[in-house]
T-cell receptor
Framework: IAGITQAPTSQILAAGRRMTLRCTQD?????MYWYRQDLGLGLRLIHY???????GKGEVPDGYSVSRANTDDFPLTLASAVPSQTSVYFC?????????????FGPGTRLLVL | GQNIDQPTEMTATEGAIVQINCTYQTSGFNGLFWYQQHAGEAPTFLSYNVLDGLEEKGRFSSFLSRSKGYSYLLLKELQMKDSASYLC??????????WGAGTKLIIKP
């Protein structure tokens, strides 16, 4: 059982380019999340999905979009990358959205936008 | 606004005990999580508290006071492998986690 996988592991991207970060889970979790982690700041929620077919905006959604066509996959797209999107991106999932639900994290994607 | 405060860095000695504090302010409250994150790796779940009191899990314990908006993580019998960042996160009324910046714990032999 792999849990949550993310691809790519790392990427250097030219500003203005479009990029999709992939996230796949095999735990049949209903809820999935995308966070970014920057030095000196806590994890910040970008987008989330409580169940397949639905998505919602988190704290820092601007410049990012997501889709949830099925239970397993939750890709994050940067339409036109900017240097401020340089960060470590973590995908996470939980059995469902709600109190006491533990979130499990993927290994992360390290993105550098030049 | 919503806010989580925890110390940036702490140092402790192998075999000792350390307490990492966290204060939170959120719109609604649905529990307090602690995660461990080794450098370059993903956060991993340590504990969850929603009721006041102490939850013990092996060498790690977590405490919550809802009236004070306060939690701590207690690590006993410290080992070198405990060197990591410890992240405090409070769940708000929308079931979203609000994260602290993390406490980097340095263990010295």
């Amino acid at each position: 059982i792999a849990g949550i996988t993310q691809a790519p592991t790392s990427q250097i991207l030219a500003a203005g380019r479009r990029m999709t970060l992939r996230c796949t889970q095999d735990m049949r979790h209903n809820a999935m999340y995308w966070y970014r982690q920057d030095l000196g700041l806590g994890l910040r929620l970008i987008h989330y999905s409580n169940t397949a077919g639905t998505t919602g905006k988190g704290e820092v959604p601007d410049g990012y979009s997501v889709s949830r066509a099925n239970t397993d996959d939750f890709p994050l797209t940067l339409a036109s990358a900017v240097p401020s999107q340089t960060s470590v991106y973590f995908c996470a999932s939980s059995v469902r959205a709600g109190a006491s639900e533990t979130q499990y994290f993927g290994p992360g994607t390290r993105l550098l936008v030049l | 606004g919503q806010n989580i405060d925890q110390p940036t860095e702490m140092t402790a000695t192998e075999g000792a005990i350390v307490q990492i504090n966290c204060t939170y302010q959120t719109s609604g409250f649905n529990g307090l999580f602690w995660y461990q994150q080794h450098a370059g790796e993903a956060p991993t779940f340590l504990s969850y508290n929603v009721l006041d009191g102490l939850e013990e899990k092996g060498r790690f314990s977590s405490f919550l006071s809802r009236s004070k908006g306060y939690s701590y993580l207690l690590l006993k019998e410290l080992q070198m492998k405990d060197s990591a960042s410890y992240l405090c996160a409070a769940m708000d009324s929308n079931y979203q986690l609000i994260w602290g910046a993390g406490t980097k714990l340095i263990i010295k032999p």
